[in-house]
T-cell receptor, first 110, second 114 residues
Framework: QKEVEQNSGPLSVPEGAIASLNCTYS??????FFWYRQYSGKSPELIMF????GDKEDGRFTAQLNKASQYVSLLIRDSQPSDSATYLC??????????FGAGTRLTVKP | DAGVIQSPRHEVTEMGQEVTLRCKPI?????LFWYRQTMMRGLELLIY????????DSGMPEDRFSAKMPNASFSTLKIQPSEPRDSAVYFC????????????FGQGTRLTVV
């Protein structure tokens, strides 16, 4: 079992729709969780992080965490073509040991 | 701060040659990570350092790979001898101490072994 699993996609949504990205992790002791966005040929950049159960909102982005189910998700509201990228889920297991999922490729069609 | 700086940006080498990738982390960051990214395997953690000390190198694929951090502002990842299956993008990242601190990535080195 991989430490961090994501649906590789591709996920395609129309412009203005909600994109839902999911991630599960295997280590119950994991402390904090991150969503990164990576454009083709570029390096990953942080969108947001979450460490408490529940929802965390930042603009059009909402991260959701359920530690009991070992599940993290990212919702993107009012999706824009510029949101087209690969989204990486990252888990800080402990001691800053940061592990990434393989990423979900999102395409937002105008 | 200029961010995490990696060199070279691109490297093409012949099988069997030694390859050295370099990284300068963000000043003041306690942690430095080396990742490898391929289409097949995604972003894999190879090794990470805390205050220049290697903490976990279990991701290093085999003995051909080695990493050093002689001081707080410089790290190298060496592959000797290189093989075509080592072709990938290698990222260096750094972060501050703490569970909720993000990792900042360099621009990556695209390695091609022919």
């Amino acid at each position: 079992q991989k430490e961090v699993e994501q649906n590789s996609g591709p996920l395609s949504v129309p412009e203005g729709a909600i994109a839902s990205l999911n991630c599960t992790y295997s280590d119950r002791g994991s402390q904090s969780f991150f969503w990164y966005r990576q454009y083709s040929g570029k390096s990953p950049e942080l969108i947001m992080f979450i460490y408490s159960n529940g929802d965390k909102e930042d603009g059009r982005f909402t991260a959701q965490l359920n530690k009991a189910s070992q599940y993290v998700s990212l919702l993107i509201r009012d999706s824009q073509p510029s949101d087209s990228a690969t989204y990486l889920c990252a888990v800080n297991k402990r001691n800053n040991d940061m592990r990434f999922g393989a990423g979900t490729r999102l395409t937002v069609k105008p | 701060d200029a961010g995490v700086i990696q060199s070279p940006r691109h490297e093409v080498t012949e099988m069997g040659q030694e390859v050295t990738l370099r990284c300068k982390p963000i000043s003041g960051h306690d942690y430095l990570f080396w990742y490898r990214q391929t289409m097949m395997r995604g972003l894999e953690l190879l090794i990470y350092f805390n205050n220049n000390v290697p903490i976990d190198d279990s991701g290093m694929p085999e003995d051909r790979f080695s990493a050093k951090m002689p001081n707080a502002s410089f790290s190298t990842l060496k592959i000797q001898p290189s093989e075509p299956r080592d072709s990938a993008v290698y990222f260096c990242a750094s972060s501050l101490q703490g569970l909720n601190t993000e990792a900042f990535f360099g621009q990556g080195t695209r390695l091609t072994v022919v």
